[in-house]
């Protein structure tokens, strides 16, 4: 099986205005730092997320952030371990910063999930494209979710998508000047090692 790509460290990032949220006034003076993170189960580690792609930055109040990927390979298994099906699957979010006081930040979160034989999306000029062989039996799933959330400051928030894939979503307070995040609560490398924990964010 071949993939164009693999455990990206940055999302591609475009702001825009999401007509689902353009209803959402922000109200916050908060400099909010705000982690984003997309990964899928390891197919071979149970407990162990296998690829994935992240972003932390100050978020503005009232914009929307879109970020599309990483193309990531999942797989399913009978119980023997003797036939698996793989697939690709991609995660869009859109997220909204609509407030943030001292204890917590509220945001809109919109995402979308497809799961299938092929995949793509952008990055910069380039065209990523991961594809599973066509002799090999496909995965195929989607799912979307739309919900605005509160997060208490530090808490790593998960909405789960079939056959192991994770959004999170962390908010911290940032400092005014430097506009650098107050502490590392939102550190993404316990969730790629499987020992942070997370809370579910539950579907509408």
């Known amino acids: 099986m071949k993939t ?10 475009a ?5 689902g949220c353009a209803n959402f006034a922000p109200t916050a003076h908060q400099a909010t730092s705000v982690t984003t993170f997309v990964s899928a189960q390891n197919p071979f580690f149970a407990s162990k997320r296998g690829e994935g792609s992240g972003d932390t930055q100050v978020r503005k109040p009232g914009t929307t952030y879109v970020s599309v990927g990483p193309l990531m390979d999942v797989r399913k298994c009978n119980a023997e ?10 995660v869009i979010s859109h997220m909204t910063l609509i407030d943030a006081d001292k204890n917590a930040a509220t945001v809109a979160v919109e995402l979308n999930y497809d799961l299938g034989r092929k995949q793509q ?3 910069g000029n380039t065209v990523i494209t991961d594809a599973i062989p066509d002799d090999i039996p496909v995965l195929t799933d989607n799912a979307t979710f739309s919900k605005k959330v509160k997060i208490p400051y ?3 928030g998960r909405v789960s998508f079939g056959h192991g894939v994770d959004f999170n979503i962390c908010a911290v307070p940032a400092d005014p000047q430097t506009l650098i995040a107050v502490n ?10 499987g ?5 579910a ?4």
Do not use: F, H
């Open 4 to 13: 164009t790509y693999r455990r990206a460290s940055l999302c591609l990032l």
């Open 15 to 19: 702001t825009s205005i999401l007509a």
């Open 81 to 90: 371990m003797t036939s698996c099906a793989w697939g690709v699957a991609k």
């Open 121 to 123: 999306m952008n990055w």
């Open 154 to 156: 530090g808490q790593m």
């Open 184 to 193: 590392d609560s939102c550190n993404l490398d316990g969730i790629m090692s």
């Open 195 to 199: 020992k942070t924990a997370q809370v």
């Open 201 to 204: 964010i539950p579907e509408l």
